[in-house]
């Protein structure tokens, strides 16, 4: 017989919800607010990088790769001036993040060879778009020299990358998927672990352990309704992503749908046995944060890639319930993958998710 | 069936080093009111506990209506009541929702369950307040919902942990004439205070301090084991013949109440009343008159507790 008292336990969760508007109203918030932070703060797209030019030479060749410079999407060209030795002063003041210097020889040079005397000068301090402005004007002046030097003829080898499934680089494609899978393990641990630690606190734990209730009904009639109100916030924010961001749905919504089940269940597994070990919601809270949100960050590829992390710590992303799911959504949303070749990758987060749900049942003491 | 409702023997537990209960023994009959009286801190709340199956003790046994706790935690779940010291409902659930949840948890049949919960109400005066949210209840009523609570799946034995503490006298007196109407109806009752007045209302008592059981029978039983006499001591200056009184007796020997100077004599002074009160006189410290008064309760514990301690001293 199904147990009877996992029902009306669940009917009591749900009151509590609905009774505590305030609280609803910033679970379903709180994911907006950090997918706009997430989504437009960490922009790792450099577009409309201001760049600053000297032109030298003052040829048509110069001239033609300065259209070319200023009918780019990725700069804007900010300032031109005739005085390389004004360079710093711009960079100092921040003005621009590049510069490009066209030397007095230039389209000479470029006639007599494909090196072409060409100065740019990035500004290094952040490392990271500097490289990227690099290879920027660098792809685009090996085209245009390409183009030049060989006057008409085919040349002999062209390398052209092509990024697969996100061909515009598009950052928000990468980061939002990533965020509902940070969102979903932290909402789900916190929810569960927090509502046990109150009712710990409350006393009321006590009053319902007298009765002749069993640890699997109270740990069930726990998960079921914050399963189900994680489930609204993960198809709330997908949906958000999805209309808002523009992240593509190359797959089929009802397979992400329904791993999203399987992870939220982990996730509130991963609550409830953080709730037998905790005395108080303030210490719930921070174990819950500590235990996802670091891990779900920094180990499960969401930020830095698994296969460059020394080899322990590749180890201990496997039992990252976040890893998982980050290839799962991505998976489906950007590359539209099904269950053919997600099964292994979704049955490793099952079996995470069994593993913590039969440890927290185990602990779940009936006594004080 | 059994005779006893509640038989504990040598229970014993302790929190790390501290002792909370020590080889503890007690008998409590089917249809007895028992109350369980002494400070905080005596022990009350981890021998309810114990029994309520909700802690394990380090040694000892104990039987609820012949059913072991140890062995059979759950069966004894069925048949008790249990209601903890502090309000454990939920606020945000109204009186109804309160009650129907535990009837649920309990498994208390649907017909039963509406019946149930009329009577209880009824007889709680809490049915006009079955919409109201518990939490918005006085601290009185929600003492009397906790109670039904507790009654929802009709027990034979109710364990109820300082069910009146911070609940205002009149509130007190109502609950305590619940209490008597369910013992009335053959349920069995087990009641902790920390008020010496209300073990009256008992049938039988134990006095409980630092986990051991001073004394146990009716009050009146345990007020003749009182050793000595208490004396009252009435005058024109009150505050100073306490003082006076302070310095010769031990301090929670002398209490000043209403127009005397209450003085529980448990052990005979060094030196006699009469040379006491021509001590007093001396000082320039008035007496008007000195009467003999028959023990109370707290008189007795306090006489106890003092020679519990002189005793262990003594061993010591």
Redo the contacts between chains.
Sequence with gaps: MIS??I???M??EF??IR??PRSLLILFLMPLLMMFIFGYAINMDLKHIRLGICDLSRTPASRDMIEALKASPYFDVVVRYDNPGRTEKLFKKRLVRAVVIFDTDFERALERSAVTPLGVIADGTDANSATLVQNYLEGLFMGRSLEISSAGQEPPIRIKARMLYNPDMESAHFIVPGIVALLLIMIGALLTSVTIAREKE???M????????RPYEVVLGKAIPYLVLGFGIAVFIMIFGHVWFEVPMRGAWSWLLLFCVVYIFTALAIGLLISTVVATQQVAMMLSLVATLLPSVMLSGFVFPIASMPQPLQWISKVVPATYFLIIIRGIMLKGNGLAELWPVVAAMSGIGVFFIAVAVKRFK??? | MPESAISVVNLQKQYGQTPALNSVSLEIRQGEMFGLIGPDGAGKTTLMRILSSLMDPDAGECRLLGISVKEHPEKVRRVIGYMPQRFSLYPDLTVGENLRFFADLFGVPRLDRQKRTEDLLGFARLSPFIKRRAGRLSGGMKQKLALCCALIHTPRLLILDEPTTGVDPVSRREFWEILKALKDQGVTLLVSTPYMDEAQRCDRIALIHKGNILAEGSALEVIARFPGKVVAVFGPDLPGLAGWFKKKLRSEQVQILGDRVRLNLFTQPRVSMDELCAGAEDAGIAIDAVDEVGPGLEDTFIALVAGKEEAHGAIG
């Design positions: 009877t008292r029902l009306p336990l009917r009591k009151i509590h009774r505590d409350a006393g009321t006590e009053q319902i352990l007298v009765t002749p209730i009936l006594k004080l």
